[in-house]
């Protein structure tokens, strides 16, 4: 059974203070790897798409990478404003439908 | 322009009204989808269209009512809905993969708000 998981539930950081968003996931073949961001009450944004093992994206603070298993999203010297949740998806051979993480909701504080 | 646009934003229903939420794209995305948040959880799939055609009823109630009018457009027809109803409401769309191994990302709308009283 498919299945995505993401680590931890909550992060607390200063400003400034780098870290890593943790996407654990299982897919019997995976067609893409989604991460977005969310605030709250509002519908999520489209951050980043990964494909295959090795690959890697960035935008801004935000830099995603990819492994068989799992994927990181590093945050280098985060601001208040990259306050959020972040959810992974992915979707396998299966066709329309996204697995959906439960999110890491980030705080930063100034 | 990569923008779904979602009306009402907020929206208030008595058990026995009947009410419609409305999805419009216009980036020429021919999968449209339904999703339904709660607070602090990830979003959940209810339907998905594909060229207009439905593809995807997730075991939705029949108390919600999609229909795809044209390309662009996405209904959900409410109704008899009950308090556990209560949500956020987004609506998505995307490219659609056909003969390749690869998938496409889906643009969500802002959502709208329903409390049923």
């Given amino acids: ?110 | 322009d990569t923008e779904v646009t979602q009306t009402p934003k907020h929206l208030v229903m008595g058990m026995t009204n009947k009410k419609s939420l409305k999805c419009e794209q216009h980036m020429g995305h021919r999968a449209m989808y339904w999703y339904k948040q709660k607070a602090k959880k990830p979003p959940e799939l209810m339907f998905v269209y594909s060229y207009e055609k439905l593809s995807i009823n997730e075991s939705v109630p029949s108390r919600f009512s999609p229909e795809c009018p044209n390309s662009s457009l996405l209904n959900l027809h409410l109704h008899a809905l009950q308090p556990e109803d209560s949500a956020l409401y987004l609506c998505a769309s995307s490219q659609v993969v056909s003969g390749t191994s690869l998938s496409y990302e889906q643009y969500f709308g802002p959502g709208t708000r329903l409390t049923v009283t």
């Fill in chain 1, 1 to 110: 059974e498919d299945q995505v998981t993401q680590s931890p539930e909550a992060l607390r950081l200063q400003e400034g203070e780098s870290s890593s968003l943790n996407c654990s996931y299982t897919v019997s073949g995976l067609r893409g790897l989604f991460w977005y961001r969310q605030d709250p009450g509002k519908g999520p944004e489209f951050l980043f798409t990964l494909y295959s093992a090795g690959e890697e994206k960035e935008k801004e603070r935000l830099k995603a990478t990819l492994t068989k298993k799992e994927s990181f999203l590093h945050i280098t010297a985060p601001k208040p404003e990259d306050s959020a949740t972040y959810l992974c998806a992915v979707k396998d051979t299966g066709g329309f439908k996204t697995i959906f993480g439960a999110g890491t909701r980030l705080f930063v504080k100034a």
